[in-house]
Each structure stands twice: as structure tokens, then as C-alpha cells.
Antibody, heavy 118, light 109 residues
Framework: QMQLQQWGAGLLKPSETLSLTCAVYGGSFSAYYWSWIRQPPGKGLEWVGE???????NYNPSLNSRVTISVDTSKSQFSLNLTSVTAADTAVYYC????????????WGQGTLVTVSS | EIVLTQSPGTLSLSPGERATLSCRASQSVSSSDLAWYQQKVGQAPRLLMY???NRATGIPDRFSGSGSGTDFTLTISRLEPEDFAVYSCQQYGWSPPSTFGQGTKLEIK
């Protein structure tokens, strides 16, 4: 069964860059789309963006200017960079797997709490 | 973007009872483009239903989904103790962004 394991810095100051990486174990990395979804404390889920193995990306327009998702197929990993973070970016960030572009997430990483505070 | 509104915000029921959760979209959503997730405290969400009425792998048949257009429903026929959690709907068919409802908390009465 495919597993997603994620890591990255959990505490940032305003204006810094959020960086998270997700490694995929088991199964075909190239067969899926890979997404980031976040959840502010006590709030609902927000789709951040997605990428496929060839590097094709789709981003949430509300974050488009600050977000970059990249892929390293040699390691079966994908990464999220979010620049110029503010307190509003404080959230649990999840990496997920989807069967194609703009689809549901059928496998999730464990989540990483990222707190932005001065 | 499409806004999903879930109701009620909190639903208090007892084990064995039937739960009906609603997800209403601000504009029409294809029935192929609606999913439901279950999330327990401190855990990642888990996919329950996709394409409105298809159960994900390992999901028991007491869970069912229905709806079309702007109104969708998740039904749990007989609540088990492990079903008490937060449930969120998602629409994913439009060009970005995919959006989620704010969630319904299903709590033990």
C-alpha cells in the first residue's frame, strides 16, 4: 500500500519561506497527481495545488503568486514552497495523492503543523 | 470559486441512529465531482465517498452518498462508535481551485 511521509520546518517567522517535502513509498509515482492541502486550526480544508510526475502544476489562484510545487521523480518526492508567509498561513499541511488533475485525495500524509509567528 | 456549505454544523446523535449530513454548492456540481471525507481528532482526513456515491476502499456499506446539482447528502445508516468525527465534502471538477465545505461535526449525544 502506498504511503506518504512528509517533513519540513514547523515554525517560521513572517516573510519567511515555507518548505515541505513529501516522499512516496510503494506503487507507481508517475501514475498519479500529487497535491498539498492545508487546514488552519479549527477551520476547513483548503486546496493549495498539485503536480504530476512530468512537472505539470495547478495552483489555487488565491496563492498562485507565492506557491511553487516541484517534483523529484528519482526520489519519488514532491515539495511545496510558499513564500512571504504570514500568520494566515498557519495550518496543518497535508500531502496527498489523486488519480488525476482536479480530483479527490485518496491517500494522505500524516500532516505537518506549520506555525507562523514573530 | 464554488462555495460548499455544510449543515448542520454539529449533529448530536446516539449509536445506532441514522445520520444525514448535507452539502450545498453555490453552483451546480457534476455528480462525478463530489467527495466526502471523515476526519478524527489529530488525524488526517480519510476518503469516504467519491463521485457522490462510490465508497472508497474499505468503507463499510452503512455509508452512502447521494445528490445532484447543488444538493448532496452523506448518510450513515446506523451509527457505530467509531463514526463520530468531522465530515467534509469537496468539489473537484472545476478548474482550480477545488473547494471544501467547512465540515459537520458528528458527536455522541
Amino acid at each position: 500500500q502506498m504511503q506518504l511521509q512528509q517533513w519540513g520546518a514547523g515554525l517560521l517567522k513572517p516573510s519567511e519561506t515555507l518548505s515541505l517535502t513529501c516522499a512516496v513509498y510503494g506503487g507507481s509515482f508517475s501514475a498519479y497527481y500529487w497535491s498539498w492541502i492545508r487546514q488552519p486550526p479549527g477551520k476547513g480544508l483548503e486546496w493549495v495545488g498539485e503536480i504530476n510526475h512530468s512537472g505539470r502544476t495547478n495552483y489555487n489562484p488565491s496563492l498562485n503568486s507565492r506557491v511553487t510545487i516541484s517534483v523529484d521523480t528519482s526520489k519519488s518526492q514532491f515539495s511545496l514552497n510558499l513564500t512571504s508567509v504570514t500568520a494566515a498561513d498557519t495550518a496543518v499541511y497535508y500531502c496527498t495523492r489523486g488519480g488525476g488533475p482536479y480530483t479527490y485525495a485518496d491517500s494522505w500524509g500524516q500532516g505537518t503543523l506549520v506555525t507562523v509567528s514573530s | 470559486e464554488i462555495v460548499l456549505t455544510q449543515s448542520p454544523g454539529t449533529l448530536s446523535l446516539s449509536p445506532g441512529e441514522r445520520a444525514t449530513l448535507s452539502c450545498r454548492a453555490s453552483q451546480s456540481v457534476s455528480s462525478s465531482d463530489l467527495a466526502w471525507y471523515q476526519q478524527k481528532v489529530g488525524q488526517a482526513p480519510r476518503l469516504l465517498m467519491y463521485e457522490t456515491s462510490n465508497r472508497a476502499t474499505g468503507i463499510p456499506d452503512r455509508f452512502s452518498g447521494s445528490g445532484s446539482g447543488t444538493d448532496f447528502t452523506l448518510t450513515i445508516s446506523r451509527l457505530e462508535p467509531e463514526d463520530f468525527a468531522v465530515y467534509s465534502c469537496q468539489q473537484y471538477g472545476w478548474s482550480p481551485p477545488s473547494t471544501f465545505g467547512q465540515g459537520t461535526k458528528l458527536e455522541i449525544k
